[in-house]
């Protein structure tokens, strides 16, 4: 994998408040009325991305003469923060440590200033920062989080009087207030980046609002689907004809035409295989390959060569495994590996749903008498040596397997 993002230290944020220093942060109170994202009419951050030390100025808690400062400071690229809020008399009204940055989010008068957080660069890692906001709920006098309105992986408990699963809820420590990536605050709200991690490094970019009545304290809701970037083919071209497959499946799959024309012995070939199949690639999900299906030496000589592929979509019960064979063929032209045709077909499966895993999983009777006496909550995901099998973790320690193209459990793990 070739690396072109800035790497951090990784690290846990705490948003806990430092003792005597303002009111406690509150993740519930009241909302305006109202359901609609709201637009923002003013966007206030520092004009650096790394700064020592910034000062922003806003009217944060709702007096109309009381402005308040928002001051982090934090060395570039490491180091330790402090977000401090302070009235114009200088009482301190909030202060969050391991924070990094800080910029400012004004909406008039249909709702007060929404202040968003970057974690220190000790919190953050190869994929992003964590990124928390809040704003002041004048009737409670507090300070509340805002909470992140996305899919949170849910659990399947066992039923033992119906012999079946039920969805559960996540558990009460699953944060729900926090976005991980490199965020942007725009003249819409915020944009989420979030690295892919294929081959060619890109990114998937989602636009949040923040609608102040979603949820007890108000919520950042997803805006429209997801966009790719960037569109053109970046650093060091491939070196061989496997890494071009799987930038070029990665390119198709995001829709990326720029980057698949690039690897593709003609723009009007790399245009043909985005229009033939994208349809069949998503964008589902990210691209896993299983490259030891993959024969360089029959690729290198111009023979039709198969990359077996595969992508999760959803998550809970809806998860979605979909594992496809792709078929291509490669020109040495100036140097460089390039595609002359490809073919996609998908590989048929019995069991392609995390729900008709645990359907399986019920029906078994050596896995039924396990989880009678073993009331467990499950995870289920395909296992990445392969992608036909899928793995089921029981919090009791037992697992399984299932096929996904025949169905036939494996509960070996599950005894005791």
């Known amino acids: 994998m070739r690396a072109r993002w800035a790497l951090f230290g990784i690290g846990t944020l705490a948003m806990a408040i430092a003792a005597g220093c303002g009111p406690q942060v509150h993740p519930t109170g009241s909302n305006p009325s109202g359901t609609a994202a709201l637009k923002p009419t003013a966007v206030l951050q ?38 401090t809020v302070t009235s114009p008399s200088g009482k301190a009204l909030l202060r969050l440590p391991h924070v990094g940055w800080a910029g400012i989010l004004k909406f008039g008068r249909r709702h007060l200033p929404v202040v968003v957080t970057r974690s220190d660069a000790g919190n953050c890692g190869s994929g992003g920062c964590e990124f928390v906001s809040y704003s002041w709920a004048v009737r409670r006098s507090a300070w509340e989080w805002h909470a992140l309105r996305r899919a949170i992986q849910a659990r ?21 207030n926090a976005m991980f990536g490199f965020a942007t605050l725009t003249a819409k709200g915020l944009t989420l980046a979030n690295r892919t991690y294929d081959l060619n490094q890109n990114a998937m970019y989602l636009r949040y609002a923040y609608a102040p009545a979603v949820g007890p304290a108000g919520a950042w809701v997803a805006q429209g689907a997801p966009t790719y970037g960037p569109k053109t083919l970046v650093g060091p071209y491939p070196s061989g004809p496997m890494e071009v497959a799987e930038e070029l499946l990665d390119a198709v799959a995001m829709n990326l035409p720029r980057q698949v024309e690039a690897l593709s012995v003609t723009p009007r070939a790399g245009l043909g295989f ?32 198969e990359l077996v592929a595969w992508q999760v979509g959803g998550s809970g019960g809806g998860m979605t495994l979909h594992v496809m064979r792709a078929a291509l063929r490669f020109q040495h032209v100036g140097g460089q590996w390039l595609a002359s045709s490809l073919s996609i077909a998908p590989i ?69």
């Open 274 to 305: 985005v229009r033939a199949w994208r349809p069949l690639l998503g964008p589902v999900g990210p691209l896993v390959y299983d490259q030891q299906s993959f024969d360089a030496a029959q690729a290198a000589k111009g023979a039709a060569t």
């Open 156 to 176: 399947n408990a066992w039923d033992a009087k119906e012999k079946r699963f039920r969805p559960a809820p996540p558990p009460r420590t699953v944060r729900t």
């Open 46 to 83: 520092p004009a650096k991305s790394y700064v020592t030390s910034e000062t922003l100025r806003a009217v944060l808690t709702g007096s109309g003469t009381d402005t308040s400062h928002v001051a982090t400071s934090s060395g570039p690229y490491g180091g330790t923060g402090t977000l």
């Open 348 to 416: 048929a499966l019995k069991v392609n749903t995390a729900a008709q895993v645990l359907s399986r999983l019920a029906r078994n009777p050596s896995a039924a008498a396990y989880l009678a006496s073993h009331p467990a909550v499950t995870l289920v995901q395909p296992a990445m040596q392969n992608p036909t099998i899928w793995v089921v973790d029981l919090s009791s320690g037992g697992s399984a397997t299932v096929d996904a193209r025949n169905g036939a459990v494996n509960a070996a793990g599950m005894r005791g």
